[in-house]
Structures are given as C-alpha cells and as structure tokens.
C-alpha cells in the first residue's frame, strides 16, 4: 500500500514539474498548448474511490493554477474530467473483463486505451479552453486551439507510456 502511495505521489510531482519547467513553455502561435498533467488522473487506478479522485484532481488543478498564475480554470477543468472519468470508462469498455485495475497502455488494448485517454484530454482542454476565454465570441478559434492542443497532448501522453510508464 506504501509502495502504491509513494509511486503516485512521486508522479504526482513529476507530472507537476513537467508541466510547469517544460511544457508551460511550449506553445506555438498560441495554439499548441500541451497539458499532460491530466495523466495523472487518467492513470489512477479504476478502484479508486471517487471522493479521492475528485480531491486528488483538486490539489493537481489547483497547483497548477498557482503555477501558472491562472484564477481555477486547471481546478475546473480537472475536476471535471474526474468527475465523468467513470461514465467515459463505462462508455468505452464493453464489459467488466475488458479492463484492468491500471488503465494504462500495458494492461489494456491500445484502441481502448487511445480511445480512453482522447476523450479524456479532449473534454479537459475544451473545459479549460473555453472557462479561459470565457466567451463563445471566438468559437471556432477556440475549437482550433482544443484540437491542437488536444491532439499534441495526447501524443505525448501515448508515447510516455511507452517510455516512462510501463508497468
């Protein structure tokens, strides 16, 4: 149980580093915007109870918004991927015995686990998209800016689990 606690607790914070020291950096034109700090609840196992969750997307947005000076828009939008994370997971699994405990790329198929992580992604930067603008003004240029930075996120989320995390 100690062992489980420390390994995501140590991802926790690298995720947090990672985030902060590098990809807060990258943005090109505006557009791509990486934010890979959502793994970490998508990596949670799928035992977790879903107060923990809730709490544990808290602490990750609300840390981010710190470091990123911003007014809750990571909270918000981390909240609310943990929020309909088990309704995805209901979504895209067939049957109980398709899934892992661990969701990650390892223990489950690739198209679930593609399937799992862009919905997730997809819905956590529309959310955090739109609460920045606060506007449906510029819809469409918003909706690019989802996409991209949706579709770089998650081929960055895909290829660490290739290198870092295999479990």
């Known amino acids: 149980m100690i062992r489980i606690l ?3 607790a140590v991802m926790f914070i ?7 020291l590098i990809f807060n950096q990258v943005q090109f034109s505006g557009f791509f915007n990486p934010y890979i700090y959502v793994l970490f609840i998508i990596l ?11 709490i544990l997307a808290f602490l990750l947005g609300l840390v981010i918004d ?3 000076i911003s007014l809750g828009v990571h ?3 981390t909240v609310f991927v943990a929020y309909i994370r088990p309704l995805v997971i209901r979504l895209i ?12 790329l390892n223990q489950n198929k690739l198209s679930w686990f593609i399937n799992y ?3 997730i992604v997809f819905l956590h930067h529309a959310m955090l998209f739109y609460l920045e603008v606060y506007t449906f003004a510029n819809f469409f240029n918003t909706l690019y800016r989802v996409i991209l930075s949706s579709l770089f996120s998650i081929i960055v989320i895909v290829l660490s689990q290739f290198l870092v995390f295999r479990d």
């Open 6 to 8: 420390s390994k995501y």
């Open 14 to 20: 690298s995720l947090v580093l990672i985030q902060v």
């Open 44 to 54: 949670l196992p799928l035992s977790t109870p879903r107060y923990a969750i809730l």
């Open 66 to 68: 710190i470091f990123s």
């Open 75 to 77: 909270s918000a939008a």
């Open 93 to 104: 699994s067939n049957r109980e015995d398709d899934r892992s405990d661990y969701p990650g």
């Open 117 to 119: 992580v862009f919905i």
